[in-house]
Nanobody
Framework: QVQLVESGGGLVQAGGSLRLSCAASGGTFSSYCMAWFRQAPGKEREFVAAISRSGDSPYYADSVEGPFTISRDNAKNTVYLQMNSLNPEDTAAYYC?????????????????WGQGTQVTVTS
């Protein structure tokens, strides 16, 4: 059983940056594909970015590719999401997720473990 705890959310002005972290415990971190999803009020949870177990295959939603970077440190059991050039449309609760799979996955239902989320609010 993997436990995931996100941190790093907050309030930022448009054009600013945030770095989210997700610390994992209770499992073999390097066995999991890791991902970030987000959910804005009244909207469905959507895929943001994912990274393979080794960290060499990041994959992004079209809406964030470029400004956002996902990375992982298997020695620290942590996955990160660097978010640059933020805009108000990025406002959402951001969730970390883990899937015990070799290949990167993008579907909500394909992930087995979820964190509680961290709120990101971008003001104009």
């Amino acid at each position: 059983q993997v436990q995931l705890v996100e941190s790093g959310g907050g309030l930022v002005q448009a054009g600013g940056s945030l770095r989210l972290s997700c610390a994992a415990s209770g499992g073999t971190f390097s066995s999991y594909c890791m991902a970030w999803f987000r959910q804005a009020p009244g909207k469905e949870r959507e895929f943001v970015a994912a990274i393979s177990r080794s960290g060499d295959s990041p994959y992004y939603a079209d809406s964030v590719e470029g400004p956002f970077t996902i990375s992982r440190d298997n020695a620290k059991n942590t996955v990160y999401l660097q978010m640059n050039s933020l805009n108000p449309e990025d406002t959402a609760a951001y969730y970390c997720a883990a899937a015990e799979t070799k290949r990167v996955r993008v579907g909500v239902g394909e992930y087995d473990y979820w964190g509680q989320g961290t709120q990101v609010t971008v003001t104009s």
